[in-house]
């Protein structure tokens, strides 16, 4: 069994020690405090990694006409496996940051918009999954980077896989 300490995972110091998700990270937020996407940390990354690849979806999203269906916040592909995290405010300035950053690409969350997007949270005690994939290939997804289109490509590539969940 592995030992904890060498364990992949994932963490977020915007996350608060309850495990709560706060407002601002959300589309409840207000003005300049709203809608930005978490910090990201990652530890562990597995020796072979060649690209890590983010998908952040609201788990307990009803859908107005049926059961729960997760609502996909976030898709971000392609991140090297040198980096250790994403900063506070990340999404959309991917391409301001250059170096490291230069080939990450943002894919379209369920506003049908690159980028993060914090949903409206009609109810309290929503839950966030944070996936972390460490792959042994770097994604081509061309230009519309979806979910289904990564979780497809990352199929029989996946080294590792790291889960952090809030609550919102």
């Known amino acids: ?35 930005i996407s978490p910090p990201v940390e990652w530890y562990n990354v597995p020796a072979e990694t060649k690209t890590l690849a983010l998908v952040v979806e609201d788990i307990d999203a ?3 006409s049926g059961p729960m269906v997760p609502w996909i916040c976030w898709v971000v592909v392609n991140i090297p496996p040198t980096l250790k995290g994403l900063p506070e405010g990340f ?37 966030f999954e944070f996936k972390l994939y460490a ?16 979780m497809d490509a990352v199929e029989g590539h996946v080294l590792g896989e790291a889960l952090l969940t809030a609550i919102f």
Do not use: C
Request: charged share 35%; glycine share 16%.
């Open 1 to 35: 069994m592995a030992n904890a300490s060498n364990e992949f995972r994932l963490a977020s110091s915007g996350i608060d020690h309850e495990g709560r998700l706060p407002r601002k990270y959300t589309g409840d937020g207000q003005g300049a405090k709203k809608n």
């Open 62 to 64: 009803p859908d107005p």
């Open 91 to 127: 999404s959309g300035k991917e391409e301001q940051k250059g170096g490291d950053y230069l080939n990450i690409k943002e894919g379209v969350n369920d506003f049908k918009v690159p980028g993060w997007g914090g949903p409206k949270v009609p109810s309290p005690g929503h839950r």
């Open 135 to 150: 792959l042994d290939d770097e994604l081509r997804l061309g230009n519309k980077v979806t979910k289904d289109k990564v």
